[in-house]
């Protein structure tokens, strides 16, 4: 039996979804990414190892970082829970687009 396909696309929601962000919101879960960036840098400083290759985060730890971080300022204000899992998924493709553009600029600045 075939799968059934559903007729709109997550990938093709997001950029409406990305774009939809409240500022505040998207500037947060930017500042998310990087923080979850360098804890990336301080481990590999803490076990001398060299920063190589592709970011080596996920979107799954990337929805995690948004649940332990963003979840409880969203509840404070009154913005959480929502319904909308675009928004969800978006905010966790900030977190995720800002920590592996940390870790390419702080790759390529450490190659030269």
Same mark, same amino acid.
């Given at each position: 039996m075939a799968r059934e396909r559903h007729p709109v696309s997550l990938v093709n929601a997001a950029p409406l979804a990305l774009a939809g962000l409240d500022a505040e919101l998207r500037t947060r879960a930017e500042i998310v990414g990087l923080q979850?960036? &360098?804890r990336w840098f301080d481990r590999a400083? @803490?076990? &001398? @190892?060299?920063l190589f290759g592709a970011w080596p985060g996920t979107m799954s730890e990337a929805r995690a970082q948004v649940v332990r971080?963003?979840?409880?300022?969203? @509840?404070?204000?009154g913005a959480w829970p929502t319904a909308d899992v675009t928004n969800f998924e978006a905010t966790a493709r900030v977190?995720?687009?800002?920590? @592996?553009?940390a870790w390419r600029q702080r790759g390529v600045a450490g190659a030269g």
């Open positions: 979850w960036a &360098q400083e @803490r076990e &001398q @190892r060299v971080t963003l979840v409880p300022w969203l @509840r404070e204000r977190v995720y687009v800002s920590a @592996r553009a």
